[in-house]
């Protein structure tokens, strides 16, 4: 059954404390509110789609047994990616298994009812050379570069938010992503017609 967003506040500090109290609809909420993110945020590390759900199973089911030992946050994206990231890591170390960006593996979700076959072939070109297009850019970025732009501008994370995920501080994060940016330009600027 899902849980009205009015039944609980979307503030993350108050809906934390909710959970932390013991209020199991508060649990769910979290779980409905963030599993989704948490998975494609797991297909930027691994293309292992089962590990990255049992990482996930394995994340909630310890925050739910020991919720009695959690601290606050005001994130709960970011203390989730963080969680993440650090079973996705472990489970790596393990398995000896290095990492890689998934861009490829992105999941197509069309209206296949509203296009007819022309329009759905061309739709298709056009998406594959897109895809082809930002694949070409991403590939002249550096794994930390892609991780920042993905956190920066897939997830919305503040400039603070992905120096707490990536480890790194405030000013590191921002000249990662500048650089970036100004490479995804000059790439753009010399694939331009003449």
């Known amino acids: 059954m899902p849980i009205k967003k009015d039944t609980i506040s979307d503030n993350d500090i108050s809906l934390w404390s909710r959970f932390l109290a013991g209020d199991d609809t508060a649990y769910s909420f979290i779980y409905q509110k963030y599993a989704k993110p948490l998975f494609f945020q797991g297909l930027?590390?691994?293309?292992?789609?089962e590990l990255i759900k049992d990482c996930i199973h394995d994340i909630f089911v310890h925050l739910y047994s020991n919720r009695c030992g959690l601290k606050p946050t005001d994130s709960i994206k970011l203390y989730l990616f963080v969680a993440l990231r650090n079973k996705l890591f472990n489970a790596f170390k393990k398995q000896k298994i290095e990492l890689y960006p998934l861009s490829q593996d992105l999941e197509n979700l069309h209206?296949?009812?509203a296009k007819t076959l022309e329009e759905e072939l061309i739709s298709q070109e056009t998406e594959s050379n897109y895809k082809m297009q930002?694949?070409?850019v991403f590939a002249l970025l550096s794994q930390r570069q892609k991780e920042a732009i993905h956190y920066r501008f897939i997830e919305s994370m503040s400039i603070d938010e992905i120096g707490v995920l990536m480890g790194m501080n405030y000013q590191s994060v921002q000249?990662?992503?500048q650089r970036a940016i100004k490479?995804?330009?000059e790439s753009s600027i010399n694939r331009m017609p003449t």
């Open 44 to 49: 930027q590390l691994s293309s292992d789609r």
């Open 183 to 185: 490479k995804i330009k």
């Open 111 to 113: 209206d296949e009812n």
């Open 175 to 177: 000249n990662i992503i």
């Open 134 to 136: 930002v694949q070409n």
